[in-house]
């Protein structure tokens, strides 16, 4: 709490030094020499970080390692985010200087809901740091001014209308990658998929070697003394590649409540670097009145389920027809199933 005050009373600070700056009488002028409205980098291949603030204490730390983009050092970033806020950094564009009768409105936007960007490179320098504000009016044109300038501006990106400021002021989960497993086949090591209530169809997949075992996972269940199916647990394990939730629950309120009950499934994925423990408790559809017999017809049939993944403490929503081959049984691997 004392960090989140602390960085709101620097970002507050900082946009009203900016609201003063910009409005001292004699400063705005139409000399370009400093190229203070050229806000794009073109290679967004040298960014390493990115940092955006606002004035409510809200911070996005945005951070590229391994070629791989991170949220808060902690969460993979969607990567549909990021690639709009990187187009926007690399193409975002002067569109007009304003008059000078425009200028008020416009650092009044930028001190109130102005966002702090600051862009760096792999060697940790700023390259960039500017302050993004509200839209004009026809809301084609996106209020920017950069750090230490006199002059503020309006940006856009050629070619496409909006207000840019969508593609920096995303917070929380809008930010993280919705994908629950995405990994690699050749990179797992163990998988164990465990069913609390159906003991005997729960399973581990270990490699040993080259290949891959298939046991019961929990001793009282009996092993099968049949051969497991030639391709059987690489086709199974190619279904990890990309399993994407429909939307995060983070701020479901029955989120503790569901989370302390017994789940229908549990999935342990270790890999070369990393561990994913996910467990899945079913949204059942409500019964539904038969007008004929007057009864109502329940279903034992779930289309979506709670995810909760333990390393991140993310609560999440997924599908039945995304998620159902995960949902695999023990025998299934072995010939004659």
């Known amino acids: 709490m004392k960090k989140k005050t602390l960085i709101l009373l620097v970002v507050a600070l900082s946009l009203m030094a900016l609201a003063v700056w910009v409005t001292r009488p004699g400063i705005h002028t139409k000399n370009t020499e400093s190229n203070d409205w050229d806000f794009a ?12 603030a606002d004035r409510e204490g809200n911070t996005t730390l945005l ?11 902690i969460y993979p970033a969607r990567p549909n985010a990021m690639e709009n806020l990187l ?22 936007s930028l001190s109130t809901e102005g966002l702090k960007v600051e862009i760096y490179n792999k060697a940790g320098q700023k390259i960039k740091a500017y302050y993004v504000g ?20 309006v940006a856009h990106i050629p070619s496409w209308e909006g207000n840019l400021r969508f593609r920096y002021s995303l917070l929380g989960d809008d930010w993280k990658d919705k994908a ?40 009282m269940a009996p092993e099968s003394s049949a051969k497991v199916k030639p391709g ?22 029955g989120r503790d409540s569901i989370t ?12 070369d670097d990393k561990q994913r423990s996910v467990n899945f408790f079913p949204i059942f559809n409500q019964p539904i009145l038969d007008i004929k017999s007057g009864q109502f017809i329940g279903t034992t049939e779930a289309e979506r389920y709670y995810a909760w993944i ?13 998620f159902g081959e995960l949902f695999r049984a023990y025998e299934s691997f072995f010939e004659g199933s």
Not at 41 to 52: G, K
Not at 260 to 266: H, I, L, Q, S
Request: charge should be neutral; charged fraction near 25%.
């Open 41 to 52: 980098i073109s290679d967004t291949e040298q960014i390493a970080r990115i940092f955006i």
């Open 232 to 253: 059987a647990v690489e086709a199974y394990l190619r279904n990890y590649r990309s399993v994407v939730a429909e939307a995060f629950s983070n701020q479901y309120p």
């Open 134 to 153: 509200g839209a004009t009016a026809d809301e084609r044109g996106t209020y920017m001014i950069m750090e230490d300038s006199n002059n503020p501006y």
């Open 87 to 108: 187009d926007a950094i690399s193409r975002v564009k002067l569109k007009y200087r304003p008059s000078q009768a425009a200028i008020p409105g416009m650092v009044s």
């Open 180 to 219: 629950i497993f995405a990994e690699r086949q050749e990179a797992i090591t163990r998988l164990s998929v465990t069913y609390p209530k159906q003991r005997n169809k729960s399973f581990v997949l270990e490699k040993q070697g080259g290949n891959f075992t298939v046991s019961p996972a929990f001793a």
């Open 310 to 322: 333990e390393e991140t403490d993310d609560f999440m929503l997924v599908q039945q027809r995304v």
């Open 63 to 73: 951070e590229k390692k391994e070629g791989k983009w991170w949220y808060n050092d």
């Open 260 to 271: 302390n009950m017994v789940p229908f499934c549990t999935i342990r994925l270790q890999s």
